[in-house]
């Protein structure tokens, strides 16, 4: 079985700008969680979607926003990019309210 | 909120045991979570243990869990340099869906 992908690995954008980012969960799960990861802050949720709904959100300002597709594809979008916006972001995916399996992340780059 | 703590850097040698602890503080986490994070990775899980448990083991890795003391611990045995990376451990929010926790995570020096 295929793991989590996320697409792409690896992105620089300037102050400004606006992003996507993409996750591919495994085939079956209906939940999937972001996380941004710096090496300030740790490891922090973003927010979680099931079957097309955000069902839960983290402390993040209204830049950081998602959706969900009917075939469980999420995707993230971050707009008016600054500085402290360049972090791994993790994507996870899951059977509700079970073990979370993490993709390879998305390093974003803010110039 | 709930924090997870862990301490910084471990260090050891080749073929000796790690131990690397953890705090918790939410007592209705129904498990407890342990990843591993090699450089420029995403997050691989090692193991999990449900709260009922005790000590789980699964080839050289051993979780205890203390539940009274909000205490859990990974020890690995017979360290290779292989298992060098980044450890984390984490409890999830089953309250507020699936989001989980993350201590500070514990990175695991091995030496030849």
């Known amino acids: 079985k295929a793991g989590v992908t996320q697409t792409p690995r690896y992105l620089i954008k300037t102050r400004g700008q606006q992003v996507t980012l993409s996750c591919s969960p495994i085939?079956?799960?209906?939940?999937v969680s972001w996380y941004q990861q710096t090496p300030g802050q740790g490891l922090q949720f973003l927010f979680e979607y099931f079957s097309e709904t955000q069902r839960n959100k983290g402390n993040f300002p209204g830049r950081f926003s998602g959706r969900q597709f009917s075939n469980s594809r999420s995707e993230m979008n971050v707009s008016t990019l600054e500085l402290g916006d360049s972090a791994l972001y993790l994507c996870?995916?899951?059977?509700?309210?079970?073990?979370?399996?993490f993709g390879p992340g998305t390093r974003l780059t803010v110039l | 909120g709930e924090d997870v703590e862990q301490s910084l850097f471990l260090s050891v040698r080749e073929g000796d045991s790690s131990v690397i602890n953890c705090t918790y503080t939410d007592s209705s986490s129904t498990y407890l979570y342990w990843y591993k994070q090699e450089p420029g990775a995403g997050l691989q899980l090692l193991t999990y243990i449900f709260s009922n448990m005790d000590m789980k083991q699964d080839q050289r890795l051993t979780v205890l869990l203390n539940k009274k003391d909000k205490h859990l611990s990974l020890r690995i045995a017979d360290t290779q340099t292989g298992d060098s990376a980044i450890y984390f451990c984490?409890?999830?929010?089953?309250?507020?869906?699936?989001?989980?926790?993350f201590g500070g995570g514990t990175r695991l020096m091995v030496k030849p």
């Open positions: 085939s079956g799960h209906r939940s």
């Open positions: 984490a409890e999830p929010l089953i309250s507020l869906g699936n989001m989980l926790t």
């Open positions: 996870a995916s899951s059977l509700p309210n079970n073990e979370q399996f």
